[in-house]
């Protein structure tokens, strides 16, 4: 039995949820998603806790089962509370500003970057943090992904652009010297 599909989602007062055979609509105060689910996999609502059951054992009901209940646990918290990703800039002259609805990158390059936000995404910018807030969590490690990919950050300086608290491995760089005449 999978241990992430038989682990119950608690649906707190302020969502509300709507089941059909294959969509789920989650409803909240940030926001709504829909969920499009395989037909096959059984969601059961129970007052304020939903369960995820699935028909069978065979492999494709044990790989949907643990799958559909963290789609659907995500949509709950993320209509309810929302996801955020921090991300930090690093090097001499980095910066990153809201100009409007786009999002300003100065990152070394010979011109700026101006990057537009997909819908239900909210960018925050004050020179070396971003911060990607959203209701769906997919759509927020992509943007962030996409942010950070502008400027990765290069192993022997540490410039670019990163996560926050993400660890990146310093190499050294080149010595001089080493060989001896004779």
């Known amino acids: 039995m999978s241990r992430i599909g038989k682990k119950i989602i608690n649906i707190s007062e302020k969502v509300d949820i709507e089941i059909s055979t294959d969509l789920i ?12 689910i395989n037909p096959q996999i059984k969601v059961v609502k129970n007052e304020n806790i939903l ?7 065979s492999r494709i009901h044990r790989s949907l089962h643990g799958t559909t209940r963290q789609l ?3 949509a709950v918290f993320g209509v309810s509370e929302g996801f955020q990703k921090e991300l930090e800039i690093r090097g001499v002259g980095y910066q990153a500003n809201m100009d409007g609805k786009y999002l300003v ?3 070394g390059y010979s011109h700026e970057i101006f990057f537009e936000p ?12 971003i911060v990607v807030l959203g209701i769906n969590k997919q759509l927020v490690g992509e943007v962030s992904a996409k942010i950070r990919s502008f400027r990765k950050p290069e192993p022997y300086k540490g410039k670019g652009i990163r996560y926050k608290d993400e660890y990146v491995r310093s190499k050294q760089g080149k010595t001089v010297g080493g060989a001896t005449a004779t």
């Not at 369960?51 to 054992?57: A, H």
């Not at 997909?118 to 943090?129: G, R």
Request: charged residues 25%; glycine residues 6%.
């Open 105 to 107: 990158l100065q990152l």
């Open 118 to 129: 997909p819908e239900n995404i909210e960018i925050k910018a004050n020179k070396t943090e």
């Open 51 to 57: 369960t995820v059951e699935r028909p069978s054992d």
């Open 72 to 74: 659907i646990a995500n």
């Open 25 to 36: 609509k989650v409803v909240g105060p940030k926001g709504n998603l829909n969920i499009t």
